[in-house]
């Protein structure tokens, strides 16, 4: 497909444990997000690249939160010592210069 | 202020009623414009650009008002299938996007 792809769809963890989610965006889109969306809450930003660099990390909540993209393509977001109230949906969208496209998220559950 | 900035309702609308939403933005240097609608547990999807002269899809009508630097949906005749959320999108400089965090609207049978 041509479409944003994120995986995991689901993942369970236990408290403490690091996850790493994963987001293809459409083949070349310099430019990607991550948000982070809570049950009926709005999108929280989390980070933005464009290409490679990450000009804007402003919304990554606190150092256990890491992102890396790689080639312009593939980037991968990850959660050290996962905590409960990471629980929430993680959406990943890509664009180049137009609208942008949001891929289907990942819901992170930690237990 | 916040880049991008809307009322997060909800709006409670009966149907068939017209309802309209506005989302401010505050870079004047903001070159695009979009509105994204999210059903309850599904990812954001585009509805519609809004262009400088406005522009109409069906019942969903989109404007931009650059001197006060906001963007406005309407939506007239509302159905039941319309109650979602709607985001605002601006893109504000170097194909960067910033998302509002959207107006829930309830539309009443």
């Known amino acids: 497909g041509a479409g944003v792809s994120q995986s995991p769809s689901n993942k369970v963890t236990e408290k403490g444990k690091d996850v790493e989610l994963r987001c293809d965006p459409i083949?070349?889109?310099?430019?990607l997000y991550w948000y982070r969306q809570s049950l009926g809450q709005g999108l929280e930003f989390l980070i933005y690249?464009?290409?490679?660099?990450?000009?804007?990390k402003s919304g990554l909540p606190s150092d256990r939160f890491s992102a890396e993209r790689t080639g312009g393509s593939v980037s991968t977001l990850t959660i050290q010592r996962t905590q409960q109230e990471d629980s929430a949906v993680y959406l990943c969208?890509?664009?180049?210069?137009?609208?942008?496209?949001f891929g289907q998220g990942t819901r992170l559950t930690v237990v | 202020r916040k880049e991008v900035e809307q009322d997060p309702g909800p709006f409670n609308v009966p149907e068939g009623a017209t309802v309209a939403f506005n989302c401010t933005y505050s870079?004047?240097?903001?070159?695009?414009f979009f509105w994204y609608r999210q059903d309850c547990r599904k990812e954001p999807k585009l509805l519609m650009s809004?262009?400088?002269s406005g522009n109409e899809d069906g019942r969903f009508t989109a404007q931009l008002n650059r001197a006060s630097q906001y963007i406005s949906l309407l939506i007239r005749d509302s159905k039941l299938s319309d109650s979602a959320t709607y985001l605002c999108?601006?893109?504000?400089?170097?194909?960067?996007?910033?998302f509002g965090k959207g107006t829930r609207l309830h539309i009443l049978p």
């Open positions: 969208a890509s664009s180049y210069y137009t609208e942008a496209f």
């Open positions: 809004v262009y400088s």
């Open positions: 870079n004047s240097a903001s070159q695009s």
């Open positions: 999108a601006v893109n504000i400089r170097d194909d960067k996007i910033i």
């Open positions: 690249f464009q290409g490679n660099s990450a000009p804007d």
């Open positions: 083949s070349g889109h310099t430019a």
